[in-house]
C-alpha cells in the first residue's frame, strides 16, 4: 500500500476524519492543533531522503495534527486535518523575509481553515494552539461567529494604543486565586499543584510591519487571560500562562473556563507519544523512503487517534458512541466479536452498553490479549494496538465473506 502511487499522503490525511464530521455535531468543540518531530534513526550513506529537523541534530519527518475534543467533558472525537512533510534542505531567506505561503508556520492557519469545513456540524468551535500559532495571521484571519480561537502568546507584542501586550498585562489587577492540579508531562515534570493569580482584560493587536502583513486588518480585538504562579516547589520554574482569545470574557468565571479549556491542549501530546514510544514506535520503522514513511505517519496518526479514544474509554465512564472512532462495516465485525467473547458468568461479559466506546475497548482490548476481568490491570497502548490490528484482519475478512471468530 505504501509504495501504491494512487495512495497518497493527502488523501490519508482527508481520510483521518470521517468518523470526526458527524460526532461532532451540536457540541461545542476544541480543535487543538500541534506539531510533533519523528525522528527517524540514519546516517549520513542511508538519509532516506529525510530532511533534518530540531537543532539540525537529526533527520526525521514533522506531523502536524488537529485533534477534536468535546469542550465539556474532554472526550475525543477524532481528528480534524493536519499536514506531515520532511524538510528538503536549509532556507536561504531568513524567516522574517519570507512571506507566509512560504513558511511551514502556514500549518496553523490552513489546518483552522479544514477546521471550519470538518467541523461545520459543530454547534461552535474553538481552535487552540501553543506558542507557535501566536502569529498576527492567526488571529486576524480565521475567527468568526461560532469559530473562536485561544492561544498562548510567544511575542510581546505592540499594541494599537503605542504600548505593548506584556505591559498591557502587568498593568491589569488581580482578580482571583485557585489552586489547579497540573498533569504529569515527562518524568522531569511530574504531576504537581500549582496555586495561579488570575488577571485579565481587553487588548487590540496592532498590525506588524512589513510588506507581508499589509493584506490584513490594522488591529484585531482580542481579550487577555494572564495566570501567574506563586511559590512554586524549588527548582521548578513557576507556570506562567499568558492567554489570548476571540471567546467574550466578562468575569473571572469566564476567564478561569479559557484556562481550564487550554488545559486540555496537553491531550495532543498523549497522541503524539501513542505514535511513538508509549504505543506504535514509529521512530523505529526500517522503511526505505521518506514518501513511504510518511504515508506511515498518516496512517500512524489514525491509529494512535483512534487508541487514545480507547484509553479514554476503557473505564467505562464515557457514553461516546462506538461510531466516533469506527465504520459501520467495523461496528457489525464488533458485534460478532462481542457474541464470541461473552462467557459464561458476568465477569466474563461485556459490561458496557453495546456500541457504546467503552464497549468496544473491552472487545478490542480481549482481541490484543486482556483477559477482560476487572480486577486485572486495565489494557494499555500496547494491547489497544494488537487488538486493533486483529480487527483489522476480521474486518478485511467479513469484506470478503470469510469472517473467522476466534
Known sequence: MLGNEKVTVARLIEGWSSE??????????????????????????????????????????LVHAMLALDADTGASLGLVGGAIWTRQGRQSVVHDKRPLSERESKRWIETGE??????????????????????????????????????????DRGLAD??????????????????????????QRPARSATLTLRFGPVVLRRPRGSHHRH??????????????????????????????????????????????????????????????????????????????QKLAAVATKAAAVTLALLQARDGTGAEPAGTAFTPHELDVLDALDAAYRGRTALQRNPHPPRSLPWAAWIIARLGGWDGYPS??????????????????????????????P
Open 20 to 61: 470526526t464530521g458527524p460526532a461532532v455535531a451540536g457540541r461545542h468543540v476544541l480543535a487543538i492543533q500541534d506539531t510533533s518531530e519523528i525522528t527517524i534513526s540514519t546516517r549520513p550513506g542511508r538519509r532516506r531522503g529525510l530532511g533534518e529537523i530540531g537543532k539540525g541534530t537529526g533527520h526525521g519527518l
Open 114 to 155: 479544514q477546521a471550519g469545513r470538518v467541523l461545520a456540524a459543530a454547534a461552535s468551535v474553538t481552535v487552540m494552539g501553543d506558542r507557535e500559532s501566536d502569529l498576527f495571521a492567526f488571529w486576524a484571519t480565521l475567527p468568526r461567529p461560532g469559530f473562536h480561537l485561544i492561544g498562548r502568546v510567544m511575542h
Open 162 to 187: 503605542g504600548s505593548s501586550l506584556y505591559g498591557a498585562g502587568e498593568r491589569l489587577a488581580a482578580v482571583a486565586t485557585r489552586t489547579l492540579d497540573l498533569s504529569a508531562r515527562s518524568p
Open 216 to 293: 490584513l486588518p490594522e488591529s484585531v480585538p482580542l481579550t487577555l487571560v494572564e495566570v501567574v504562579e506563586h511559590g512554586p516547589p524549588a527548582g521548578v520554574a513557576p507556570l506562567h500562562w499568558r492567554l489570548l482569545t476571540t471567546h467574550p470574557v466578562d468575569d473571572a468565571a469566564a476567564a478561569w473556563r479559557i484556562v481550564d479549556w487550554y488545559r486540555r491542549r496537553w491531550t495532543i501530546e498523549q497522541l503524539f507519544r501513542l505514535m511513538k514510544t508509549q504505543g506504535l514506535r514509529l521512530e523505529d520503522s526500517q522503511i526505505e523512503t521518506a514518501d513511504r514513511l
Open 376 to 405: 486485572s490491570r486495565p489494557p494499555g497502548p500496547i494491547t489497544f494496538r494488537h487488538g486493533l490490528e486483529h480487527l483489522k484482519i476480521h474486518a478485511a475478512a467479513a469484506a470478503t465473506g470469510n469472517l473467522c471468530m
